[in-house]
């Protein structure tokens, strides 16, 4: 693997919500004998609270400042391929932090796949109440912000295929 010793094979998956991170994840695990994580999941556990209450209670200052202290304990991890939550490497400095840490992958999809995927979504609370022109919108204005930190990503994979193919696909990349 292009993972290397020091990075103690850690995967990190990113990009934009729906691009397909935590579907991708278990199989990729699976395919190269490696653990899953989902960063989500791990807030989720921690604050005791689903990601949609936690932004409704706490704001969503409170999620990224969350995001960055579970980010720094996947340093304790090996061989473990991780989903993280599609803004995670956009704040922070969390990009550099997963550069340092592991082998990343940017599941990379336009804005309209995006927005075919996520459009009847009911738990991510950056979207759910936005109308279809708002929502059109939110994923253009946000992919755009975002898209420099994505591709700071070791490799870019077409996140718009077969998910077979796409975890053969990170496998030779990663390989
Ligand atoms: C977010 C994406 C979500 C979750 C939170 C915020 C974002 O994760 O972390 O709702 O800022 O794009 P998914 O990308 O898994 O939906």
Redesign the pocket.
């Known amino acids: 693997m292009k993972v290397t010793k020091k990075t103690a094979n850690r995967i990190y998956l990113i990009g934009?919500?729906g691009s397909g991170?935590?579907t991708l994840g278990p199989m990729l695990a699976k395919s190269l004998d490696l653990d899953f994580v989902d960063l989500?999941d791990l807030i989720e556990e921690v604050e005791a609270m689903k990601?949609s209450e936690i932004f409704e209670r706490k704001g969503e200052q409170y999620f990224r400042n969350k995001e960055r202290e579970i980010l720094a304990t996947t340093e304790s991890y090996s061989n473990t391929v991780f989903?993280t939550?599609?803004?995670?490497p956009c704040y922070n400095q969390n990009m550099k932090m997963i550069q340092k840490l592991g082998y990343s992958i940017y599941l990379e999809l336009t804005p309209l796949q995006i927005f075919n995927r996520i459009k009847n979504s009911t738990n991510?609370?950056?979207v759910n109440r936005l109308s279809t022109v708002q929502l059109k919108q939110f994923i253009q204005d946000t992919l755009s912000k975002r898209v420099e930190y994505y591709n700071q990503a070791m490799t870019v994979v077409n996140a718009h295929q077969p998910i077979e193919k796409l975890v053969i696909e990170c496998m030779i990349k990663i390989e």
């Open positions: 934009f919500m991170k935590s989500d990601i989903a939550g599609g803004g995670l991510r609370p950056l």
